[in-house]
């Protein structure tokens, strides 16, 4: 496979676009504080991110305003620590405040000159239009959990996915897959046959922060530690 072999991009959004780790972790670091809680973001990340997975899995219809809310609340539970109603909305509320990784705007607009671009993300319509306007791009498409729903790694997602794709006119084999998250993307991704570009943004981190562990081995095709790595490596070949 040549990047020129393909004539779209589907996106997760919040990990590999956004900095979700940056904004989940302030909400959580203000509801520590405030409690004494003695944990390290990376701390409550890591303990956060299965009580998010169980909740989407769970409740696979709920908004993700609703499933930050309950997460959190489960993350409490297993700490031993209470949750307010207020806390709790304080990271249901929280997506338009979570910053865009520093590269990912620029890098968006210069592969929108050769692709088509489409979102795939576990979030609802009106949190993910806040992160849009961070982002700087207009996509061809945006699929949610909202409009899907249900949430990753559900293959439900990326059979939405497909069809979108050919709705477009986009060939078959002439889609590539990029994301941060093994557990919520490479993995289903690469069940419904797809190629992948794992976007490493843990690169100098090791440990796993927000996203569960990946249940099963998965290989993705390409592996940058950045947005900007990728657009450089895809711009530097000719188009097809």
Not at 24 to 46: C, G, K, N, P, Y
Not at 80 to 96: R, T
Not at 177 to 197: E, I, N, R, Y
């Amino acid at each position: 496979m040549r990047f020129g072999d393909f004539e779209a991009l589907s996106f997760d959004c919040y990990g590999t676009l956004i900095d979700w780790e940056a904004g989940i972790a302030a909400v959580l670091r203000t509801w520590a504080e405030a409690h004494s809680l003695q944990l390290t973001d990376e701390q409550l990340l890591t303990a956060y991110s299965t009580h998010e997975a169980q909740a989407e899995a769970e409740h696979p219809t709920e908004l993700y305003p609703q499933i930050l809310a309950r997460a959190m609340r489960g993350l409490g539970a297993e700490l031993g620590v209470p949750v307010s109603g207020d806390e709790a909305e304080s990271l249901a509320v929280s997506v338009p405040d979570w910053p865009a990784f520093p590269d990912s705007a620029q890098a968006l607009t210069r592969l929108s000159q050769r692709y088509r671009l489409i979102i795939l993300s576990n979030v609802d319509r009106a949190s993910f239009a806040g992160s849009s306007k961070r982002l700087g791009v207009a996509f061809t498409s945006v699929l949610t959990a909202q409009d899907i729903g249900s949430y990753k790694p559900s293959p439900r997602n990326f059979e939405a996915l497909a069809r979108e794709v050919e709705r477009l006119g986009v060939a078959e084999g002439r889609l590539l897959h990029v994301a941060q998250s093994l557990f919520h993307d490479h993995v289903p991704a690469k069940a419904a046959g797809l190629p992948t570009v794992w976007i490493n943004r843990r690169h100098n981190n090791p440990g796993r922060g927000a996203t569960p562990e990946s249940p099963v081995e998965v290989t993705p095709d390409w592996t940058f530690t950045s947005m900007a790595e990728f657009a450089d490596a895809v711009l530097s070949r000719p188009a097809r």
